[in-house]
C-alpha cells in the first residue's frame, strides 16, 4: 500500500480490515514520538484528519522549536507512510509532518531530512540510506553478521540463540529483552498467519 497510495485506496483498506482508529504520529528533535489517537470511523473523519491533522500543543509534545506562546501544530498524515498495526486489527498507524498555520514548520525532522536530501541533489549527490544493526546480536559490538528484521524477530522469539549462525545470543541481559522478546513471538505469528 505504501508508495503513491492515494486516500481512496487507503480508505477502502481501512474499511477491509476493520481499522477505526489511526495514530497521528511525529518525533521530535531527539527522534522521540508523539501520537495522537485519532478516530476515523468516517470517511469524512479521515478526510478531516488529512486535511487539518491531529492537534497538539507543540511546547508541551517535545523539542520541535516551539515556544509556550506560538501556535499549535498539527500533525498531518503522510499517506505513503499508512501501516495497518498486525495485532491490534482496528488501528493502523502514519507517519506524519507537522505544519503550523498551514505551513511546513521548519524544525519538524521530516521537513529537515527533505531539505538536505533536496540540497544534496541540486550539488549532484545521491543520498542513500538504510538501517541495520552493525552489531552482533549478543551486544558486545563486535564485527559480526547483520541480522535482517525477520531474522532478529526469529532469533527473540527462539529465545536468541543459533547454533549454524555462531553465537548470537540476542539481548538476554539487555532491559526490556522479555517484552521484546514477546513482540517479536506475536510478530512472528502475525507474519506465518499472513503467509498461509
Not at 498507524?93 to 540540497?119: K, N, Q
Not at 550539488?123 to 525477520?150: C, E, N, S, T, Y
Request: aromatic letters at 6%; proline letters at 6%.
Amino acid at each position: 500500500m505504501a508508495g503513491t497510495a492515494s486516500a481512496d485506496a487507503i480508505w477502502k483498506d481501512m474499511q477491509t480490515r476493520g481499522v477505526e482508529f489511526v495514530f497521528a504520529q511525529f518525533v521530535d528533535m531527539y527522534a522521540r514520538p508523539s501520537a495522537k489517537l485519532v478516530p476515523v470511523g468516517s470517511r469524512d473523519a479521515f478526510d478531516g484528519l488529512l486535511e487539518e491533522g491531529a492537534g497538539f500543543a507543540g511546547f508541551a509534545a517535545g523539542e520541535i522549536g516551539q515556544m509556550p506562546s506560538d501556535p499549535d501544530i498539527a500533525a498531518i498524515p503522510d499517506l505513503r507512510s499508512y501501516t495497518p498495526v498486525p495485532w491490534q486489527p482496528n488501528l493502523a498507524r502514519f507517519a506524519c509532518d507537522v505544519t503550523v498555520e498551514g505551513e511546513g514548520w521548519p524544525y519538524c525532522p521530516r521537513t529537515i531530512l527533505r531539505r538536505v536530501l533536496a540540497r544534496a541533489e541540486e550539488k549532484g549527490v545521491a543520498v542513500r540510506g538504510g538501517l541495520g544493526d552493525r552489531r552482533r546480536a549478543d551486544g558486545a559490538g563486535r564485527a559480526g553478521p547483520v541480522l535482517d528484521d525477520h531474522l532478529l524477530a526469529e532469533r527473540l522469539a527462539e529465545g536468541g540463540r543459533d547454533g549454524a549462525r555462531g553465537d548470537v545470543d540476542v539481548a538476554a541481559r539487555r532491559p526490556g529483552h522479555d517484552d521484546a522478546q514477546r513482540l517479536a513471538r506475536k510478530l512472528l505469528r502475525v507474519r506465518r498467519d499472513d503467509e498461509r
